[in-house]
Each structure stands twice: as structure tokens, then as C-alpha cells.
């Protein structure tokens, strides 16, 4: 009974640090929430009063709504077919480059990776050119273009709430982001994939042939696309949010109810757990005030903003400050361009690390060092464009 014991706790204790290991900020969201209650004991009303049920039921109907269109595989038809357009690794770079930028507007920066950095990485195999610096390239591409829409990453989806933009406040301030790291992609494209001595560079259509992706094209895919009409609607304030969350629930139990299990619920909960923890801090007059006149000035915001995402995330650091500080154009260009950095800055360049880090090409004796291709490359484009955002 003892050995029957101590096996069933050591394998909980594994399935916990395996838990831990995968979804990190989920556990500190959660045990900061209950630390929080445990110290503040706020009135239970506040749990309920502190959760933005508008934030999250948007963020799951879009993560849902994308996964249908994932399921249809029209992201990876569109980066196949595009592909075989190449005539050059340079216009490989930029063609796979800017559909990261574009499409994270749309579908969230993890997604997008998610799709097109396995794509990447087998092309460029099949090709035998090295990918290291086109995943970094693609991370870099997919965090700045997210934060040019609400719903391109999470933190903009909640800041965008919570303060109350119009929508031509809100694009007016990230292309203060968005338009720079154009240029600034454009840049490091051409100079990621200058050719090397020794290196080909042209490349034979019927190299490219073997990426064949099929698409479903059915009754659901324009259900789909009004579904996500209705996710916009909704975002810009057209349509209240539990009729979006009635349509959506109700489309993917008449569609394809195995959706339902795709949606990343940890990211929900994080939210929730932050939502408790920074509205129970709140309750606290001497933390509250002390944060709120930390966060007076937009300079202070700004820095603030930047510091905490390279170390909590700009997703975490976004709920936490947005509680405190009163200029939401600073915080909304604070995280946004708090994304570039360290690795842990945004979890989506998380997801392309990982991604990368089981490629044949990173298990190789002479790979390419990514990390420290990442560090340099996010640091410079955080220090260039970080200013630039400020400034203009």
C-alpha cells in the first residue's frame, strides 16, 4: 500500500513540473490571485466584479473562430502556393517574412507562427539552407505585426477595452509601431539572406513542388468567415458581446463541435487570474497609491510598460499596470513594443524557439547559435523602434 502510495505521488509530482514547465504564467497568474485573496480577504463580490467577461468571451470566440479556419488549412494552402512564386532565398525571406506580419494581424502572433514556422523550417530543409535567422526573422515579424489591430494579440484585444479606444485612436497609435517595422523587416530580410560564399541562392520550381496543402472549401467555411465578421463587430463595439458568444457557441456545436476542446482555456484563466490578483491589489489604498503615482507621468509609463514585459510577459504586464496607470496610449505602446527583447517577452517567440529547437537543423553539431541571433536582433529593433514609438 505504502509502494502504491508513494508511485502515485511521484507521478502526480511529475504531471505537476510537466504542467508547470508548459504553462508557467498560468500557475503564477494563479498562485499570485491567491496569494492576493489570502492576504487583501476582499469581499467575494470582487472575484466576480474584477473578471472583464467582455475581454475574455472576445478572446475565446477568436481563438475559436481560428481554429475553424486552421482545421480548413488556409493558411498553410496560402504560404505553399506563395512559395512556389520564389525564384530566390531572398524572396523566399520576404514572402514568408510578410505573411507572418500580415496574417498575425488577423489570426494572433502564436497562431501565425504556429503555421508557417514548421512550414518555414521544411522548406528551407528541403532546400538545405540554414533557417535559424529566418524563425528569428519570423518572430520578429510576428510580434510587430500583431500589434497593429485589437485583436492581433491579447493584450491589445484587453487594452483596447479597458480604455476605451475609438478605432482610429487605436491604429492611429500602433502604426506609430507597425509602419517603422516595415522598413525595419525589410531591412533585415535583405540582410539576413545576402548569399554567402559557397551558397546557392536560385531555386528550381520543382523544388518546391512537394509542398502541396489541400483546403476544405465548404458550407462551413462561409459560416466561418461570418462568425468572424461578428468577432470584429464586436471587438469595435458594434455588437454586444453575448450575442457574439451565442453565435459562436452555437456555430461550433453545428459545425464542428471538437473545436471546443482546441481553444487555449490556459489563456483564459491567466486572465482571470490576473483580472483577481490587480483588482484585489487595488482594494490595497497604500500599494494603489504608490503605483498610481509611480505611473503618473507617460515617461514613467512607457518605461514601466517595457521593463515589466521583459520579464513577466507584455501580456501579464499589461493587465498588471492597466490597473494603476491612467495613460493607455503609453502602456498600449509600452507592451506592444515590450514584446521585442528577451525570449520570455512574448510568448510567442516562446513558441517559435520551441518550434526551432526540435528542427534537425538545431540538433546538428554546428547549429547556428539562435539564441544569441534572437537577443541581438530583438534588442536593436526594441532599442530602434522603442524610441521611435515614444518619440513620434
Known sequence: MK???????????????????????LLAAIFLAAVAAALVRPDKSLYVQAIDFRTLAILFCLMLVIKAFQSQNYLDFAAARLARLCKSRRSLYFLLTFIVFFSSMLVTNDVALLTFVPISILIFKNLGFPCAKLIVLETLAANLGSCATPMGNPQNLYLFSRYGFSAAEF?????????????ALAALAAFFSKKGPGQIDKIKPEQLQNQRVFVQWNFRTFLYAANFVVCLLTVFRVLDWRIMLAV??????????????????????????????????STVPAFSDFLSGALK???????????????????????LLSAFAQDGAALLLAVNAGGLGTLIASMASVIS?????????????????YMAIFTLWNAALLLVLGTLAYLL
Request: glycine share 4%; aromatic share 14%.
Open 3 to 25: 509502494n502504491l502510495a508513494e508511485r502515485f505521488f511521484a507521478r502526480l509530482g511529475t504531471e505537476f513540473l510537466a504542467f508547470a514547465k508548459r504553462e508557467p504564467v
Open 171 to 183: 491604429f492611429g497609435l500602433t502604426a506609430k509601431i507597425a509602419l517603422p517595422s516595415l522598413f
Open 248 to 281: 459562436t457557441l452555437a456555430l461550433a456545436v453545428v459545425c464542428d463541435i471538437r473545436l471546443l476542446k482546441k481553444v487555449d482555456y490556459s489563456l483564459l484563466f491567466t486572465f482571470a487570474g490576473f483580472f483577481i490578483f490587480t483588482k484585489t491589489l
Open 297 to 319: 507621468s507617460r515617461l514613467s509609463t512607457y518605461v514601466a510598460g517595457i521593463a515589466a514585459s521583459q520579464v513577466i510577459s507584455n501580456v501579464p504586464a499589461a493587465l
Open 353 to 369: 524557439f520551441k518550434l526551432y529547437s526540435t528542427s534537425d537543423e538545431a540538433k546538428a553539431p554546428n547549429a547556428p547559435n
